[in-house]
């Protein structure tokens, strides 16, 4: 145990899968961890040099509430957790003096529209787009629109509210329908992001995940995830990732390159991103890069060096401890995030074991639990859990994962 322990500020949204692995990557590190999220906690009183409570949503005010509570007790590093944080760590990290991504860079990320204007206009394939006001009428902006195009909100996150439409009438329905997830989502959005939403020209192809850690500006590709299903609308369910990719090392150095390049252009230099690309005879397309790490209980797919977890790199990066590789295993390694199949109440999970003993399984993570109401995309953001597998080659994972998924059976009522 080092004499002075490193203090790192853990960022939690309310809803995330990503608290406990961060938690026991800091344990691993011996790092003293103080937790800050939105709402009090009641241990906040019993623990209060480790616990804050913060507004993210004012990035400022967190970040002067933070340097209070570091005169006490000084910050080391900041790590957002999810998408919802990535801001307010970089409004804290610019105010403690720590090396991080600037306001400006995370904040881009996080607005799908101004990314989509800071890649394109620094000349990064990204697919055309346009913004349109809910106040407009959507059957007069259907007019106007080549088809097939996507249709997203501009600040929610996976995939929720993603819709393709072929033609007018389907854009009208997919308005409509963002429109009222909007409406429901409420304050929990920034005013702009609940008033406007992004109309996309759909690139066809295969899709690709890209997992990298910027170190001082370089991006070092830590894992380049396949999704073997196809991904072609009219709603985008994240279901299989696989890596290593099976495509042939020119296409995936095309991928890294070009997401150097936004990363560049955005302005991001530090820690993790994942990053979401199409590939087709056009070349590969940016669909986004956001400055944080795999989402849900992804990561347990990734180990680095000799044995390190996705976290406990990114904590020490933070940290500025030397990185004892970024190397990861050699072995091929894969999840399935269960798709919700309908709408309704969670009664019961069969078939966790048999799917289990699946050749290839490492663990069968049901996340959801009986009595919760499901709720599938595009309103939906929840998986009924992950599976995860490891095998000598990707295809071997990417059939153990099916596999498993057929012996799994979910009674929805
Ligand atoms: P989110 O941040 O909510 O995940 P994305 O913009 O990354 O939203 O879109 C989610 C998914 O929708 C993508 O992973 C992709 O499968 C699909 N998608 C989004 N935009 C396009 C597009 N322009 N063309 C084809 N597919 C798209």
Redesign the pocket.
């Known amino acids: 145990m080092p004499t002075s322990a490193s203090r790192l500020l853990l960022l939690l949204p309310t809803t995330t899968y990503r608290t406990q692995a961060f938690v026991e990557a800091a344990t691993k590190l011996a790092v003293d961890l103080v937790c800050a999220s939105e709402r009090p906690s009641t241990l906040e009183a019993l623990a209060p040099e480790s616990l804050v409570t913060l507004d993210f949503g004012d990035p400022l005010a967190s970040a002067e509430a933070v340097a209070r509570f570091a005169r006490q007790r000084p910050i080391d590093a900041v790590v957002a957790v999810d998408d919802l944080t990535t801001v307010v760590a970089a409004a804290i990290s610019h105010r403690l003096g720590l090396k991080a991504n600037s306001l400006p860079a995370a904040s881009v990320t996080r607005d799908?529209h101004a990314m989509r204007r800071c890649l394109a206009s620094a000349g990064v394939s990204v697919?055309r787009f346009r913004l349109v006001k809910l106040a407009d009428e959507p059957a007069a902006l259907a007019e106007d629109v080549d088809y097939p195009c996507?249709l997203?909100p501009l600040a929610?996150?996976?995939?929720?509210?993603?819709i393709?439409a072929n033609d007018a009438r389907e854009f009208v329905i997919a308005f409509r329908r963002i429109a009222a997830i909007l409406e429901r989502a409420g304050t929990e959005l920034p005013d702009e992001a609940r008033r406007a939403l992004l109309v996309?020209?759909?690139?066809?192809g295969r899709?690709f995940a890209l997992e990298g850690l910027l170190v001082g500006g370089t991006l070092h590709v830590l894992a380049l995830f396949d999704k073997p299903d196809p991904?072609d609308?009219p709603f985008?369910e994240?279901t299989i990732y696989v890596t290593p990719s099976r495509l042939p090392e020119t296409a995936q150095a095309r991928i890294a390159a070009v997401t150097g390049d936004a990363c560049g252009a955005l302005g991001l230099t530090e820690g993790p991103i994942h990053a979401?690309l199409?590939l087709n005879e056009r070349g590969p397309f940016i669909?986004?890069v956001?400055a944080r790490s795999i989402g849900g209980l992804c990561s347990r797919t990734l180990r680095f060096g000799t044995g390190l977890s996705l976290e406990e790199l990114i904590i020490s990066h933070a940290l500025g401890r030397p990185l004892e590789s970024l190397e990861r295993e050699r072995r091929a390694a894969g999840v399935m995030m269960i798709p919700i199949p309908r709408a309704g109440r969670l009664v019961a999970v069969r078939g966790v074991e048999e799917a289990g003993a699946v050749d290839g399984i490492d663990e069968v993570a049901i996340t959801m639990h009986p009595g919760q109401d499901v709720v599938p995309l595009p309103e939906g953001w929840q998986y009924l859990g992950f599976i995860f597998a490891r095998a000598d080659t990707p295809a071997a994972v990417e059939e153990a994962l099916r596999e498993a998924h057929t012996r799994l059976s979910f009674d929805i009522g």
Do not use: Q
């Not at 929610?156 to 993603?162: D, E, F, P, Q």
């Open positions: 799908k697919p996507v997203k929610l996150s996976a995939s929720r509210g993603v393709r996309e020209e759909f690139i066809p899709e991904l609308g985008f994240e979401e199409r669909l986004e956001a």
